[in-house]
């Protein structure tokens, strides 16, 4: 079974903190997207990688940005942390082929930032 | 980005069967996804309509109409651990794109 990894299950963080949030994938998944969730808005796509070094910004990416050096490897950038941040976030990762079937997600980072 | 339409809470009996919809406006149609989240969890994967018609797994079935943009996702013989979110999803070329969520009550 494709695991896709994030690396904390609960962060807190000051306002005005640089956060990185981490996800792995070991499946070998071409794309890999981050989302954030919050009550009565669902999941909202914020960025999304096709490849290395690759990145197509989602519906939400003002106060984000991303990185992906390696395939397996895709990282949230929070620049400037602010309260509106607060958030669960949720990695996911799937193939480049034309079936959106597989699409996995990780178990989620909850983020309070205070 | 796309409109998604799916009722925010739904409620009913250990034991029922229960229809949740879910309305899309079709842009890049690349299937229609249901998810399942509970409480604290990451969603996990129910079911994918990429033609028109019924899929059925089990006590969950799945039905989409891509002329009418609809789904609607069937849950039988209701249990009390189905009491979660469901989540409705278009894939839209190489993403998915997520409705609210309908949060199900099942009572005993």
């Known amino acids: 079974d494709v695991k896709v990894t994030q690396s904390s299950r609960y962060l807190v963080k000051r306002t005005g903190e640089k956060v990185f949030l981490e996800c792995v994938q070991d499946?070998?998944?071409?794309?890999m997207f981050w989302y954030r969730q919050d009550p009565g808005l669902g999941l909202r796509l914020i960025y999304f990688?096709?490849?290395?070094?690759?990145?197509e910004k989602g519906d939400i990416p003002e106060g984000y940005s991303v990185s992906r050096e390696k395939k397996e490897r895709f990282s949230l950038i929070l620049e400037s942390a602010s309260t509106n941040q607060t958030s669960m976030y949720l990695c996911?990762?799937?193939?480049?082929?034309?079936?959106?079937?597989?699409?996995?997600f990780g178990s989620g980072t909850r983020l309070t930032v205070v | 980005g796309q409109n998604i339409d799916q009722p925010t809470e739904m409620t009913a009996t250990e034991g029922a069967i229960v229809q949740i919809n879910c309305t899309y406006q079709?842009?890049?149609?690349?299937?229609l996804f249901w998810y399942q989240q509970h409480a604290g969890e990451a969603p996990t994967f129910l079911s994918y309509?990429?033609?028109?018609g019924l899929e059925e797994k089990g006590r969950f079935s799945s039905f989409l109409s891509r002329s009418k943009g609809y789904s609607y996702l069937l849950l039988k013989e209701l249990q009390m651990k189905d009491s979660a979110s469901y989540l409705c999803?278009?894939?839209?070329?190489?993403?998915?794109?997520f409705g609210t969520g309908t949060r199900l009550l099942v009572s005993p």
């Open positions: 499946m070998d998944h071409e794309n």
């Open positions: 990688s096709y490849d290395v070094k690759m990145k």
């Open positions: 999803a278009e894939g839209v070329f190489q993403k998915l794109v």
């Open positions: 996911a990762s799937n193939q480049a082929t034309g079936s959106l079937y597989g699409y996995t």
């Open positions: 309509n990429v033609l028109d």
């Open positions: 079709t842009s890049g149609f690349n299937g």
